[in-house]
């Protein structure tokens, strides 16, 4: 007891119309002239055609991030982390994501993107952005993201009460790394920080951390019982750079 992420492609939608979801075939995938890739900018708000809660809109979001069954599984990995870090208005946080896979963005808008084989993606317009007809709520029980199932064994955090411990499923980028820990429901975001700091193969100090779940980024006195993690769903790690790089 301790206290311690599928692959085909999606049409891109409009913003005079509603999102919809095809397939494309494995041959329209390979594109030789990519070209140059622009940093990443936020994309519009789009026209959904109808009022819509942010629990359909997440929905559909984790709905399309898990039946991707084409291309490749990690490139759908950092894809998906930043457009997570997009609607969170951290573009350096993206565009270091995607440099570090080596995806580049010829118009600077996630709805396009290629691989370095030239394989292409395409997201849609409700995964990076927000509809004007949005219908806002503070229930957090109403967000849902990835439901993908990273590699690793389970670490054990500090010992601080009887409490049986949750095991939570860690993703970290930069590096597309996967962990479990255990933790005490009673402990908070920022004992959860110092749990993963003390587990992890790569460098990943409690002070550079942002852990993002279900589209929102935790508070450090938040109690990990207060956020309703789910062993099903995965944690989303964001590490800001190394100050000892800047």
């Known amino acids: 007891m301790g ?8 049409n891109v939608v409009s913003n005079s119309s509603p999102p919809v979801n095809t397939t494309i075939s494995s041959n329209q995938h390979q ?21 819509i809660t942010l629990a359909e809109l997440t929905n559909q979001r984790t709905e399309y991030w898990a039946t991707r069954t084409e291309g490749n599984s990690h490139m759908w990995n950092a894809i998906q982390s930043a457009a997570d ?15 570090a896979s080596e995806i580049t963005t010829p118009n600077g808008l996630l709805e396009v993107l290629y691989d370095n084989r030239g394989y292409q993606y395409k997201v849609p317009i409700y995964c990076i952005a927000n509809p004007v007809e949005l219908v806002q709520s503070n229930a957090s029980a109403e967000l849902a993201y990835k439901n993908i199932s990273p590699n690793g064994s389970t670490k054990m955090g500090i010992i601080v009460d009887n409490t049986p411990p949750i095991t ?10 996967n962990m479990k820990v255990q933790a005490s429901p009673n402990c908070t975001i920022n004992d959860l ?3 993963i700091s003390n587990n992890s193969e790569q460098p990943c100090e ?6 993002i779940f279900m589209g929102r980024e935790l508070k450090n006195a938040q109690k990990i019982s207060d956020v309703g993690f789910e ?8 590490l800001r750079p190394s100050r000892n790089k800047q």
């Open 85 to 99: 870090a997009v609607l969170l208005d951290d573009l350096t946080l993206a565009n270091a994501i995607l440099e």
């Open 231 to 238: 062993e099903n769903k995965v944690v989303q790690v964001f």
């Open 31 to 51: 594109h030789g002239g990519r070209g140059t890739s622009r940093p990443v900018i936020k994309s519009k708000s789009y026209k959904h055609g109808s009022p």
């Open 168 to 177: 939570i499923r860690i993703r970290i980028n930069p590096g597309d790394l």
């Open 3 to 10: 206290c311690g992420a599928s692959n085909t492609a999606a």
């Open 193 to 195: 920080k110092s749990i």
């Open 206 to 211: 409690e002070d550079r951390q942002r852990i």
